[in-house]
């Protein structure tokens, strides 16, 4: 079947999710720069979901978006994503953002277009004629994927952002009776505080090439980013600024007369406004970056960077998101679609691309290494994408999980202490959260038929990662057979989390005829039973001498407690590699059952996570805003209960997703909670990738075709579905009764259909 680019119109969550809605449930033939079926549906802006509402491209380099304001770290969460939704101005556009993420950094190369007097720091956003951010409306907000356009109502400038994989664009309509300028401002940062800007480098070039360097010390300490910026117009003059007030020394003067170089600056506090005079035409501006140097920049620029067709660098970024999201074609209501498409963008901002147009890279090692017939991706926040974001991609983008695989390896042998990316960006390493799951990435990946990376040293890389002896006491998890709260803290959850770990690596090492290796982490994925304390039936954290870690209160949760980013409640469910183990452990399906519904439908003060701000979403303990309870929902199945799977699964859906500014609980995590919704809106979800096999929840689209990579399609179809008839009635692949609860990976790829017919009633 030929099939033909999707036309996506969107408008975008900003900061939950972006949200797209193709034309209609087929392909369509109307031209890329034409959006259709336009929707504002602000899924998720100004809620917890941090993402940003700028321009990209699938896993691009660049993320030109607004920023409404960078305040310090301590009270910056809200604004991970640079934006939020709530506030009244916007302080610049700048270059890089993470999608979703808990924590957070980047927020380089600030610009701001500015018509008339130039006021140099950005001001009060309670004052916005104190600086130089500007007032704005969301109704002149537009979004659509690879594009951002708003009007910066106090300098009466529209302002507009594409982006390519390595340069962004923006075009900038001034009014042509005030003079045009343009400040970069290389000082703030998205989580920012004082003295985090290291260093700084800026210099115009003969040519009118606007170059520099910063280094911050930020979530990757010693990040070093460069850029090349170019106008469409010559600049009428420019200065640039230092900021620093603390000096005490400051060098000899250079030759000549002039007390400063106007086109040299170097400092910590940085700063360049460039005049354009009146224009009765657009400014353009095209910003290139690089981890490496200026001189890489500046051959980004060079490459990615033709041109000044606007227009053109639009439909471009829009072609490509086309592409990108045509993988699957769904049907359903505006809504539907709407959350359906705006999930798939956000699965499919990260990894992103961290290598110049030469092949060169940052390594974890702050070295600089050449990819060889791969691109190098970073921004891996593994502890949440492993779940569900990773074996998405695995299943529909088996190309680009390839590469991903080659990064992660080509990061571990360049790593200074020898381990696979834990949470990495731009190359470097922030040891944000626990256990050492770039290998159930890698193991899914490989077990799911994903190739062209080698797999001799992925298994090294993943052996190396689960016995190093400096990570994560790893050393008394190997003797002990569980990780000692006295020694480790939140070792709770590092034991369960390094067992399900071992447990994929050891499948892989099957699979690939390495039996010793399959033996070694199939006897280590066992630990997890170290945890389990029958006296009061949840898994506790052990002290080095064997006794269980007290006071015990499993609804307890704070940083640096027993247990990541959570309490007993939400870790009693983390065996996804043996979940008829954990029945039987608990007591058999019966009493699982009743545990469950205990964690559904207790009545939780949300006061008790106040200081645990990761924790959210909540559903009695259950919390959908945070990953450790992601699968949880469907365990009913193993323990014969399908029906309470599809209730707890509507459950979440209603409460946790819609089509609005606060449209996701939580934080999206790279795209984490994004890949949740498309599994369980198609009907089935990955609870243990590295397993071959989804466990069938209930669909929540009336049909979706998922276009797959070996030319095959698979239809999901579900008869009868709508707000009265919310439970599986039957389930059919390929017109056979599909009576078991699971799906197998190799059953998708061969292509068919999975029909579910609804009804009303649970079918007990």
């Not at 390595?166 to 042509?176: D, E, G, I, N, Q």
């Not at 599909?738 to 190799?746: C, F």
Request: glycine share 10%.
């Amino acid at each position: 079947m030929t099939r033909r680019p999707f036309l996506y119109g969107f408008s975008i969550m900003l900061v939950v999710s972006t949200t797209f809605l193709p034309e209609d449930g087929h392909a369509s033939t109307k031209a890329a720069t034409q959006p259709a079926d336009m929707v504002d549906p602000r899924i998720g802006t100004g809620g917890p979901g941090h993402t940003f509402p700028g321009a990209s491209v699938p896993f691009g380099m660049v993320q030109p978006s607004p920023d409404t304001a960078m305040p310090e770290f301590r009270h910056a969460y809200d604004w991970a994503g640079g934006y939020q939704y709530n506030d009244p101005t916007i302080m610049g556009f700048s270059q890089t953002h993470f999608s979703g993420a808990g924590h957070s950094d980047l927020g380089d190369w600030l610009l701001m277009p500015i018509s008339g007097d130039v006021r140099m720091e950005p001001g009060d956003p309670a004052k916005p004629e104190s600086g130089y951010r500007s007032r704005f409306s969301h109704g002149s907000e537009e979004e659509h994927p690879g594009y951002y356009g708003v009007t910066l109502d106090d300098y009466g400038v529209h302002a507009e952002l594409t982006a390519g994989q390595r340069v962004a664009w923006h075009r900038y309509t001034f009014p042509a009776d005030r003079p045009a300028h343009v400040l970069l401002d290389l000082r703030p940062s998205i989580y920012d505080y004082p003295g985090k800007v290291l260093w700084t480098r800026l210099r115009v070039r003969a040519d009118g090439t606007v170059s520099g360097c910063r280094m911050t010390r930020g979530w990757a300490p010693g990040r070093t980013t460069c850029f090349a910026m170019r106008f469409s117009r010559p600049m009428s003059a420019h200065m640039l600024y230092n900021h620093e007030t603390n000096l005490t020394y400051h060098g000899f003067r250079g030759p000549g007369n002039a007390p400063v170089d106007p086109n040299v600056e170097m400092g910590r506090a940085v700063e360049a406004v460039f005049d354009f005079g009146n224009l009765s035409a657009p400014l353009g501006v095209k910003v290139a970056m690089s981890p490496i140097s200026e001189t890489n920049a500046i051959a980004n620029l060079d490459a990615g960077g033709q041109g000044w067709d606007f227009d053109a660098r639009r439909a471009d970024a829009t072609a490509a998101w086309n592409r990108a999201l045509s993988v699957i074609d769904v049907s359903g209501t505006a809504d539907q679609r709407t959350q359906f498409y705006t999930a798939l963008y956000h699965a499919m901002l990260a990894p992103t691309l961290s290598m110049d147009a030469n092949g060169e890279y940052r390594g974890p090692d702050q070295e600089v290494h050449r990819a060889q017939g791969f691109g190098f991706y970073s921004t891996w926040s593994t502890w949440d994408v492993y779940r569900a974001q990773q074996p998405l991609m695995a299943l529909l983008r088996p190309d680009m999980s390839s590469q991903f695989v080659r990064s992660l390896v080509a990061a571990q042998q360049a790593s200074p202490v020898g381990v696979l990316p834990i949470w990495s960006y731009l190359g470097l390493e922030t040891w944000c959260m626990t256990g050492y799951h770039a290998v159930p990435i890698i193991a899914d990946a490989y077990l799911a038929g994903v190739r062209g990376f080698d797999a001799k040293a992925a298994l090294d890389a993943m052996v190396a990662s689960a016995t190093s002896p400096v990570y994560g006491d790893l050393t008394d998890y190997m003797k002990l057979g569980y990780v000692p709260i006295d020694r480790e803290a939140e070792a709770g959850s590092k034991t369960l989390e390094y067992a399900y770990d071992d447990w994929s690596l050891a499948r892989m090492a099957r699979a690939m005829g390495r039996t010793g290796i399959a033996e070694t982490f199939e006897k280590r994925a066992r630990n997890w039973r170290n945890e389990w304390d029958p006296q009061t039936g949840f898994m506790r954290a052990r002290l080095s001498t064997g006794e269980f870690h007290t006071p015990f209160d499993p609804g307890a949760a704070a940083y640096g407690s027993d247990y990541t980013e959570g309490n007993a409640w939400q870790y009693l469910w983390y065996v996804p590699q043996d979940v008829p183990g954990l029945i039987a452990t608990v007591g058999g399906a019966e009493k699982f059952t009743a545990k469950l519904d205990e964690l559904f439908d207790t009545k939780v003060d949300p006061a008790r996570f106040k200081n645990v701000e990761d924790i959210s979403g909540l559903i009695g303990w259950y919390a959908h805003g945070n990953e450790p309870s992601h699968h949880i929902a469907y365990l009913y199945d193993y323990a014969g209960a399908p029906w309470k799977t599809q209730q707890r699964l509507r459950q979440i859906m209603d409460s946790q997703y819609n089509a609005r500014p606060d449209g996701l609980a939580g934080n999206d995590d790279l795209g984490q909670t994004s890949a949740w919704y498309l599994f369980t809106a198609l009907g089935f979800y990955p609870i243990a990738p590295g397993s071959n096999e989804y466990t069938i929840g209930r669909p929540f689209v009336p049909q979706a075709v998922l276009h797959l990579p070996n030319g095959r399609t698979f239809t999901m179809v579900a008869t009868g579905l709508d707000a009265a008839h919310p439970y599986v009635a039957s389930v059919t692949l390929n017109g056979r009764p599909q009576d078991l609860l699971h799906l197998r990976h190799e059953d998708i790829l061969k292509g068919g259909e999975l029909h579910f017919v609804m009804q009303a009633e649970p079918k007990r």
